[in-house]
């Protein structure tokens, strides 16, 4: 028992010898940790206001600044633990973050994915909060770009929370920055009318749908022949800020061409009435 208790007392004297002559490197290391520190919290400031700067968001800002003081942090303990002659438990450290490092990637692909996009999203600024844009199926206005996902509002009212991961592998509309936008209609009317009559009608009726300058650069084209029928192509500009004013535009377009049909009495074909069989005279299509 004697030799046990004689060990033991022998273990923890040369301890303490050891832990008296690490004392200045003890001391050295958490000053160096300190001063790490500091210079974390200083290049976390500097880096936050830098992609604050260049990519104006406040979560991709966040982000970078928070891996840069973590790399800075890790490094200055690992700088610590050298100092202490702590070899092997940094060379553990290193194999632990790793390690982990890779399990997590796995576990975690979707997030991961989702944080990258919203990083290449945060950069490249397809579209920005406030901005009408088309994806994935939904039309709205951005309310919040996050790392992770970005919300939409939609026109019902509606709030879409689409992946960015979505977002970035699949085509955007973004009406905001298209100033302008060609709105096609494609009719049939009968060949038995004055074509040049109509053409000029529906461009003075169409020039005068135009309200606030919605309509401009009104083109009519005679496209094919299908008889008894013409091929009508009609096509103007508008504005695209927003899609109602595209769907605005379309409908004055449409109830001031149906008006020139009822005022000029252009008529298709003629159908048989269900009840007396009489021919009845229907609108042009």
């Known amino acids: ?79 610590a633990l050298q100092i202490m002659q702590l070899d092997k438990a940094v060379s553990s450290l290193l194999a632990g973050v ?37 994806t994935n199926g939904f039309t709205g206005t951005i309310q919040e770009i996050r790392l992770r996902s970005t919300t939409l509002r939609t026109y019902a009212g509606l709030h879409v929370i689409i992946p960015n991961k979505d977002i970035f592998q699949k085509p ?7 100033e ?7 009719f049939q009317i009968v060949n038995t009318i004055d074509l040049d009559f109509i053409s000029n009608r529906i461009k003075d009726a169409l020039e005068k749908a135009a309200s606030g300058d919605t309509i401009r650069n009104i083109e009519v084209y005679f496209s094919a022949i299908a008889d008894p029928k013409i091929q009508v192509y009609i096509s103007f500009w508008t504005s695209n800020n927003h899609p109602q004013e595209f769907m605005k535009a379309r409908h004055h377009a449409i109830l001031a061409i149906y008006n020139v049909f009822a005022e000029s009495k252009i008529y298709t074909v003629q159908f048989p009435d269900k009840k007396s069989g009489e021919p009845v005279k229907q609108p042009a299509s």
Do not use: C
């Open 1 to 79: 028992m004697s030799d046990w208790i004689n060990l033991v007392q022998d273990k923890l004297l040369r301890w303490w010898v050891y832990l008296i002559k690490m004392l200045p490197n003890f001391a050295l290391a958490v000053i160096v940790l300190l001063l790490f520190i500091f210079a974390a919290r200083l290049a976390q400031r500097l880096s936050h206001k830098f992609f604050m700067s260049v990519s104006k968001s406040e979560s991709i800002s966040g982000l970078v600044s928070g891996i840069l003081y973590s790399l800075v942090i890790i490094f200055g303990i690992m700088t």
């Open 98 to 134: 790793g390690i982990i490092g890779l399990a997590l990637g796995f576990a975690f692909q979707d997030l991961t994915a989702n944080f990258i996009s919203g990083a290449f999203i945060a950069f490249k600024r397809p579209f920005d909060i406030g901005h009408t844009i088309e």
């Open 172 to 178: 955007i509309i973004n009406y905001s920055l298209t």
């Open 180 to 186: 302008e936008r060609k709105v096609e209609l494609e």
